[in-house]
């Protein structure tokens, strides 16, 4: 039998992770014949809700992945100890009248803390995934408070995008979203994110074609498309009343899976990952890329042809993340 693996999942108790730690135990980010010991933290005020969580997981007997234990806890220290993979969903939100330094400055520092610990009790070559929000910039906090994490193993979650923008395509094409592939998201996971089609394809039955050419409206994937996908968040939360969360745990596992196991031959995914100054977009910021992944490590697609309409956006996006990290850098002072 596999060696259990430790998944760390922050913010158990929240929306996302109510969705996300039973997909978790049943195999759905690491195939159903890898045990996993779960490690849910959350803060103290949650605690008890928490522990609710930890008795429905325990009292479902088909987790059978889950025998060897699940630790729920709002201690951090015993949370991250021994963790290989660390999925970061606890953070806190932006509450209505509140300045935006005032939101960052309250993820900044659960940041800092919340690397530190991962630095001195996580396994050797823990894989983090950061989703709360700002999920890139508090994924380059933690990286820069955890320097013996390979900065290659810390990213954040632009997966979900990437799927809206999948399921876009597919709807107006109407074929099988699995038949469509390689569409991009560049940049920040939000309103400013460029999902890109370029190089997006179908698979028809005459073969593979561009989903430009399919579409031919130009109109529609330079505008509307774009939109949607960019406000797609916004719109979940004004019709559920509450922000995505089974998506955004399902994109969560995606993002794990494609990382751990690799990417099917041909295909890329989007993944918030370290520039190294790729397609102009300056190095040190967390941005999302085309990646594929191999022997679980990612690595930016290269060589794609960017043209003027793109390049605005990609420009755009990272931009905002210079700001967004000029920000966070005032609020460690
Ligand atoms: P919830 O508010 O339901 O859950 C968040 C949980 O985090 C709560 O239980 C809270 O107690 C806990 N928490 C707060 N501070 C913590 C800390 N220091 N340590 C551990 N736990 C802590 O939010 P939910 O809807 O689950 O969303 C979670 C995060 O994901 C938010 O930041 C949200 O903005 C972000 N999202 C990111 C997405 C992405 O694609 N990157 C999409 C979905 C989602 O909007």
């Not at 632009?158 to 074929?175: I, K, P």
């Not at 085309?290 to 931009?319: H, M, Y």
């Amino acid at each position: 039998a596999k060696d259990p693996v430790h998944v760390l999942v922050t913010g158990a108790a929240g929306q996302i992770g109510y969705a996300l730690v039973p997909m978790i135990a049943r195999g759905v980010m690491l195939g159903a014949d890898q045990p996993v010991i779960l490690h849910m933290l959350d803060i103290p005020l949650a605690a008890e809700a928490l522990n609710g969580v930890k008795m429905e997981l325990i009292s479902n007997n088909q987790n059978i992945l889950l025998r060897p234990g699940v630790v729920a806890t709002t201690d951090v220290v015993e949370a991250c100890l021994g963790v290989n993979i660390a999925v970061m969903v606890g953070g806190f939100p932006r509450k209505e009248g509140m300045e935006r330094k005032d939101v960052m400055s309250k993820n900044v520092s659960i940041y800092k803390s919340q690397a530190s610990a991962l630095e001195s009790h996580a396994a050797a070559n823990c894989k983090v995934l950061v989703v709360a929000n700002p999920a890139n910039t508090n994924a380059l906090i933690l990286k820069e408070f955890a320097p013996s994490i390979p900065e290659k193993n810390i990213s954040c979650l632009t997966r979900l995008d990437h799927n809206r923008a999948l399921g876009q395509v597919s709807e107006r094409l109407s074929v099988q979203v699995s038949d469509v592939k390689n569409v991009i998201i560049w940049g920040n996971h939000s309103s400013t994110q460029y999902p890109d089609v370029t190089h997006a394809t179908v698979k028809t039955s005459v073969g593979k074609k561009a989903v430009k050419e399919l579409v031919a409206d130009d109109a529609w994937l330079n505008g509307e498309f774009i939109s949607t996908v960019q406000q797609r968040g916004a719109a979940i939360i004004k019709a559920r009343k509450f922000s995505s969360a089974l998506s955004a745990a399902s994109s969560a596992c995606d993002h794990i899976r494609d990382w751990v196991v690799g990417t099917p031959e041909g295909t890329w995914v989007s993944m918030g990952v370290y520039s190294d100054g790729s397609y102009d977009v300056p190095a040190g910021l967390i941005y999302s890329f085309p990646v594929t992944c191999k022997n679980g490590e990612w690595s930016i697609v290269q060589g794609l042809s960017i043209d003027e309409f793109s390049r605005s956006k990609l420009d755009k996006t990272a931009e905002e993340l210079s700001e967004e990290k000029a920000l966070a850098y005032s609020c460690l002072v």
